[in-house]
């Protein structure tokens, strides 16, 4: 791959990075509130079932959320040590080209299309 497309997948992959940071801390930021609200901090103290099952699930749903940012986050940076070592865009199992098609899509995949289809058993 040549020097400007991995600049640019470089780019692609740092602005991802910097958006998903954002992201989470909104999360963090509306758990932060949620954990407020249901312990009285604030002025609203909830009582109702249904406060109380609606913070729960928005809990739920924002923890799920942080394990899925964290998961990508770990990947876009293992792509960008991929991009320095000169490895990136080359599937880590059968050390074939990925796609720029896949690269363009999901710009911090390890594997082909071939190989990811093996992993997760639909090949």
């Known amino acids: 791959m040549d020097k400007k497309k991995l600049s640019d997948y470089e780019e ?22 949620t954990d407020k ?3 009285g901090e604030l002025s609203t103290f909830r ?4 406060d109380l ?15 899925q940012e964290r998961k990508i986050l770990f990947e876009i940076e293992e792509a960008l040590r991929r ?10 199992r059968c050390g074939a080209e990925i796609a720029e098609e896949r ?6 995949c390890r594997y082909c299309i071939k190989c990811q289809k093996e992993i997760e058993g639909k090949g």
Request: aromatic share 4%.
């Open 37 to 39: 609200e249901s312990t």
């Open 47 to 50: 009582t109702h079932i249904a």
């Open 12 to 33: 692609k992959l740092l602005r991802e990075k910097e958006r998903i940071i954002k992201e989470k801390k909104i999360v963090e930021e509306v758990v932060e509130r």
């Open 83 to 92: 991009i320095k070592e000169g490895k990136y865009g080359i599937c880590e």
């Open 103 to 108: 690269l363009a899509a999901l710009p911090y």
């Open 53 to 67: 099952s609606s913070d729960t699930y928005q809990k739920e749903i924002a923890s799920q959320l942080t394990t």
